[in-house]
């Protein structure tokens, strides 16, 4: 078996003049998470289709465990979760999720056995109701999401690639959703996942690329990244009541570089030479509470910021503190 | 292929379990059947009609005519006139005498059913006048006009000195037309029942076209704004989920109209028995023998008309994204199937034409037109095969641009694409 689950090399994609991936090259190892970070309209989508051959590049070469042909005995081996969801809404939960099923090559009783075991794991059966028989259109967006996160795993895909797919769930679905990805990784599979909520790649992905306007703009494992961007990074939780003199001292540039002010926390990247401890001594100096001061690595969030820029932050995606 | 017997089985499955699907096929036999069993039940039930004989007769004519149409008009030459009221007026007096009759039609109190006026136009065999509250139907006016001419024949016989007993003997002419159709297989029955079988073949088979085609649409539509498409189309290929689409909405298609003949023929078969048991007598009908050779050829035309519409209108589903253009997107495939289905008076007044030739053989409008022909006159076997070859290569065809249209429309979103940009895709996709 090919230790890379994906190669893409010098990908090329365009619509009608507007280039959306520009000569876009990432491998991902085999068994591990992956993150595709990028604003919204950066070209994450269009790379996912073509992956998975629902658009054809318009040069570059895309090879998935060593093929380059999706429509052989590799396409079965990819569970694909879309950033749109979207199932037969008149239909039966178990009769979408057996199609499904039937599409990847899993039929009969094994089908049956599958989508009961997944039911079970992800509670839409064995509770006060059994979902399983409703109608999809019964169901609950978050449950929605549930069953087609399902018909993504039906036949237990050796390469899982979820488009979005934290966006529009709640705090529970949303940690049912991770255990399981977690789960995956576990038992070896190759997860591969786009998202703009940094938290969340920063959690689970043990590598990530970064693309911006189609283009890559970084990747590597999240440590590697981290200790490529390196720098001087302190986090601060400060009291309720903020002297006026803080953000005096956040505006000196011998001490601050930049700083991301999520109210009750701040991330603050040094300025070169710049000595951690003074800042502390003057924050104390000015009267502020300080209940903590850690120096830490860059966030996810904070290397995006730096690397793609504000601009490329579409309004509401800076869900990092 | 288990990926594309997948797709057709979900198509078929989801469509004939639908309440719409079990519904109209229980329902339209029970509908056939009342056609062919209740016009007798009430046929039997019901009066005759009303009383011909119940008007004025005006007869200006100054013979015996008016009297001997009343006679006519009660039942034949020695029928009693006793309902109607014949008035000989004199030529100049008629209006008075019209307006007379007319507040006879309209009074309350046993109104009268019209008058007729005889003159002397009418003994010249020219024209009579009737006006009636039944002057619109056609069997009622026919009728008076048909005693007219036999009293005036009687007339005019009586005249040349024959005894009214002879005259009653010749003038008695019963005549009912049987129609024979010849074809191959020798002498048909019925001549109008076979046109009107197979303008029933037509419509049905507009109706299925139409209907499904619909379906087509909008399921396409519905897959494609629902998104539930990408995943679809991540595991299999466009042409496998068009094809498995067409094959399955066929399928379930082709089965309620196999029911639909199945239990409509065995209701005309087992009328007989229904009808003894409401005590009504039973009319043999005259229904066209279809052979197998014809049910196959009738078959080909709808698998492969079913093919051709299914895939362009599946292509303009994948055009659309809302309901209010689905209207839109469908009108060109439904005008080809409207301008089939507007011809089928002109080819079943006239078959053989050569206008009615062209039609019948013509891709869009072969699998209604040429079922219509073929029931109704004797088409070569070459004709047929000729057509049906013709209509192969147009669904070929179809399906091949349908598709390329289908593979890019199914991921456009926003505006609906104009035809210049579906024929771009078309020739990117080539």
């Known amino acids: 078996m090919s230790e890379i689950a994906l190669d893409i090399q010098n990908v090329r994609k365009s619509f009608s003049g507007h280039v959306a991936v520009k000569n876009l090259s990432l491998q991902v190892p085999c068994g591990s998470v992956y993150g595709l970070l990028g604003p919204n309209g950066a070209g994450k989508t269009t790379t996912i289709r073509m992956i998975l051959d629902i658009i054809e590049p318009d040069s570059g070469t895309i090879s998935i465990f060593g093929e380059s042909s999706l429509r052989g005995r590799a396409g079965n081996r990819i569970g694909y979760l879309p950033e749109e969801r979207g199932l037969y809404k008149k239909m039966q939960v178990r009769r979408v999720l057996k199609f499904l099923a039937e599409l990847k090559g899993v039929r009969g009783r094994d089908a049956d056995k599958r989508i009961e075991m997944w039911l079970q794991r992800l509670s839409l059966t064995g509770g006060d109701k059994d979902w399983g028989s409703a109608r999809v259109e019964e169901l609950s967006r978050g449950m929605q999401q549930k069953v087609q996160f399902i018909g993504a795993l039906l036949h237990e895909p050796e390469l899982i690639i979820l488009d979005e797919p934290f966006s529009g769930l709640d705090p529970m679905n949303a940690q049912a959703l991770k255990d399981t990805v977690v789960d995956l990784r576990r038992e070896g599979r190759t997860v591969i996942f786009s998202t703009h909520l940094m938290e969340n790649a920063e959690r689970l992905c043990d590598a990530v690329c970064i693309i911006a306007h189609g283009e890559k703009v970084l990747d590597g494992t999240v440590t590697a990244v981290k200790a490529e961007h390196g720098g001087h990074y302190v986090a601060i939780a400060l009291g309720q009541d903020r002297p006026s003199a803080v953000a005096d001292i956040f505006a000196d540039r011998s001490l601050v570089n930049g700083l991301d002010d999520s109210n009750r926390t701040v991330e603050i990247e040094l300025a070169p030479n710049a000595d951690a401890q003074l800042l502390l001594r003057k924050l104390i100096d000015a009267g502020a509470t300080v209940e903590r001061f850690e120096l830490v690595q860059p966030s996810l969030h904070r290397i995006f910021l730096d690397t793609v820029g504000a601009t490329g932050v579409e309004p509401g995606m800076s869900g990092h503190g | ?430």
Request: include cysteine; charge should be positive; aromatic fraction near 8%.
């Open chain 2, 1 to 430: 292929m288990a990926k594309l017997w997948a797709i057709i089985k979900r198509e078929y499955l989801e469509r004939v379990r639908s309440k719409w699907y079990l519904l109209s096929t229980a329902l339209a036999p029970l509908f056939f059947g009342i056609i062919a069993i209740v016009p007798m039940v009430i046929a039997s039930r019901t009066k005759a009609s009303p009383d011909l004989s119940h008007v004025v007769i005006l007869d200006a004519t100054g013979t015996q005519l008016g009297l001997r149409v009343a006679g006519e008009l009660a039942g034949g030459i020695s029928g009693a006139p006793t309902r109607a009221v014949v008035r000989a007026v004199a030529p100049s007096e008629l209006a008075p005498a019209e307006t007379l009759a007319t507040h006879e039609v309209m009074r309350l109190q046993d109104p009268m059913l019209g008058y007729l006026v005889l003159d002397s136009s009418t003994i010249a065999g020219h024209s009579e006048r009737y006006a009636g509250r039944n002057a619109s139907t056609l069997v009622d006016v026919s009728e008076i006009e048909s005693s007219v001419r036999r009293a005036l024949l009687a007339q005019r016989l009586e005249h040349e000195g024959l005894q009214p007993s002879r005259i009653k003997e010749l003038t008695k002419v019963d005549l009912k037309m049987t129609s024979e159709r010849l074809s191959d297989r020798g002498r048909e029955v019925g001549g109008l029942a076979n046109a009107l079988f197979s303008y029933l073949i037509a419509f049905v088979l507009y109706m299925m076209l139409v209907i499904y085609g619909q379906q087509i649409l909008r399921g396409v539509m519905e897959e494609k704004t629902s998104r539930v498409a990408e995943v679809v189309i991540s595991s299999v290929s466009t042409d496998t989920l068009l094809a498995g689409k067409v094959i399955g909405v066929g399928g379930a298609s082709l089965t309620q109209i196999i029911v639909w003949v199945v239990s409509t023929a065995l209701v005309f078969k087992s009328r007989g028995v229904i009808l003894a048991r409401l005590h009504v007598a039973n009319v043999e009908l005259p229904i066209p023998h279809i052979g197998i050779g014809i049910a196959l050829l009738l078959l080909a035309f709808f698998v492969l008309g079913f093919i051709f519409y299914a895939a362009l209108f599946a292509a303009m589903g994948s055009t659309v994204t809302n309901e209010q253009d689905v209207q839109q997107a469908s009108l060109p495939v439904t005008m080809l199937l409207v301008a089939s289905i507007v011809f089928i008076q002109p080819i079943l007044l006239d078959p053989t034409s050569t206008f009615s030739k062209v039609m019948s053989w013509l891709p869009f409008s072969s699998p209604i037109l040429m079922p219509l022909r073929m029931t109704v006159v004797q088409v070569s076997w070459a004709e047929l095969a000729g057509t049906l070859a013709g209509l192969l290569l147009a669904c070929v065809a179809a399906t091949w641009v349908a598709a390329r249209i289908y593979r890019v429309g199914m991921l456009m979103y926003g505006k609906r694409p104009t035809f210049r940009e579906m024929a771009r895709w078309v020739r990117r996709a080539a």
